[in-house]
């Protein structure tokens, strides 16, 4: 793949393995393991499985009618809210924890910002009888409180970051350092396309899913092998790199990239990270993060906590440096007004992540046989609380 990941675990200038020593032989073993088990028959055939009668995949690409007339374009949603636990993660959870097993781990930890990611593995841990720990920040468990009763519910320990911001950065540290204290019997399910190499590359094929099915689906809806545009929100990335994987060498697809503006991108409460980021080291890989001048992490802001991340997947700071996927960034109150127009308009309450990706609609032009398709990637049961108190119901 033109776009994929060299054999040194790089995207360009962008990926690799920073990583402290104690780590190095978790890391390694998954770096020469990971290509052999998903690749192997009998692995397929489980994800396969799992992924039909567990998650209920396919999921279904909608055509939205109503916002086809709105926006002058066939407009499609790819609907991984409808997947079991309510996002895309349960994809890239299952795939993990097939292969935590053949890698003969007892133990599982895992960092969450929305709490879908802790979800789906609290999910995947109780499928298959194993330990789970997640690692949360303290803002976040107050405002996702319904995923944290999830997670306890499905038997998983849920431990409250309480450093920084209190958001999805410090649960990603501290499950880190439960990793360096834990090499021999722990699997550290990460839930988006970051970490040190080869988390990046795995968790964009588990993912790949997505685009996979979309591609055939918009065959059938139009007849058209590709569509114009594709859209989806990135706090990490990986909705939006499953999302444009399959579409990546077809350089006529245009993809765009929503990050979360938070209260603006010169507000000083953003996580707007190509906007605002430069190139540096962030949770293992090299990548684009919000930092100072002296490489000190800023603390990132956004109403959507699965978004509130000070850094990108290096595959995706690839695709921004090289400009093969354009990047954008929208505010909360675009977001949780597009969140709205979605309910009213199509009878979809979106998770206010991918309500992002729906706001960028509103800035862009269309011609009228337009295929494009956004990535709908949760549903929004979890951000209710949010839009009450926003929209005063
Ligand atoms: C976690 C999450 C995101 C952001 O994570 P990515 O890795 O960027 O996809 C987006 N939408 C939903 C619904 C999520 O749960």
């Not at 920073?18 to 020469?32: A, D, T």
């Not at 292969?99 to 990611?117: D, N, P, S, V, Y």
């Not at 007849?223 to 989806?232: H, I, N, S």
């Amino acid at each position: 793949m033109k776009y994929g990941v060299n054999e040194q675990g790089y995207y360009g200038d962008f990926g690799g393995a920073y990583i402290p020593e104690m780590l190095y032989p978790n890391v390694e073993e998954l770096r020469q393991q990971y290509l052999n088990i998903i690749n192997d028959a009998g692995f397929k055939e489980e994800f396969d499985q799992l992924l039909k009668d567990y998650v209920g995949r396919p999921s279904p690409l909608y055509h939205a009618k109503r916002y086809s007339e709105k926006y002058g374009a066939n407009i499609f949603f790819k609907r991984e809210d409808l997947n079991h636990t309510g996002s895309h993660k349960i994809n890239n959870a299952i795939g993990q924890i097939l292969l935590a097993q053949r890698l003969g781990k007892k133990r599982i930890i895992a960092e969450t910002g929305a709490g879908q990611h802790g979800v789906a593995t609290a999910t995947v841990c109780a499928l298959k009888g194993i330990e789970c720990v997640v690692y949360m920040g303290e803002v976040d468990m107050e405002r996702q409180a319904p995923n944290v009763a999830r997670m306890k519910m499905l038997g998983a320990t849920v431990v409250p970051a309480k450093s920084g911001s209190k958001t999805l950065k410090d649960a990603t540290n501290e499950a880190l350092r439960d990793w360096i204290a834990n090499p021999v019997d722990t699997h550290y399910i990460i839930g988006s396309v970051v970490g040190p190499y080869p988390y990046p590359d795995m968790v964009a094929r588990f993912q790949s899913i997505i685009s996979l099915e979309a591609k055939a689906q918009l065959k059938e809806h139009t007849g058209k092998e590709l569509p114009e545009y594709v859209l989806a929100c990135v706090g990490g990335g990986s909705n939006a790199m499953g999302m444009f994987y399959h579409f990546l060498d077809d350089e006529s697809v245009k993809l765009v990239a929503v990050e979360a503006a938070g209260k603006g991108v010169d507000s000083g409460h953003s996580a707007a990270t190509t906007f605002l980021g430069r190139e540096g080291v962030l949770h293992g890989s090299r990548t684009i993060l919000m930092q100072t001048d002296d490489g000190q992490v800023v603390e990132p802001y956004s109403v959507s906590a699965g978004l509130d991340y000070p850094g990108i997947g290096p595959q995706h700071a690839h695709l921004y440096k090289i400009n093969r996927a354009q990047y954008v960034s929208v505010t909360d109150d675009e977001a949780l007004k597009a969140g709205l127009l979605c309910s009213q308009m199509e009878g979809i309450i979106p998770a206010i992540e991918s309500a992002h990706a729906f706001a960028q609609l509103e800035k862009m032009k269309f011609k009228a046989d337009d295929n494009v398709i956004v990535c709908l990637s949760g549903r929004g049961d979890k951000d209710l609380d949010t839009y009450i108190k926003y929209f005063n119901f």
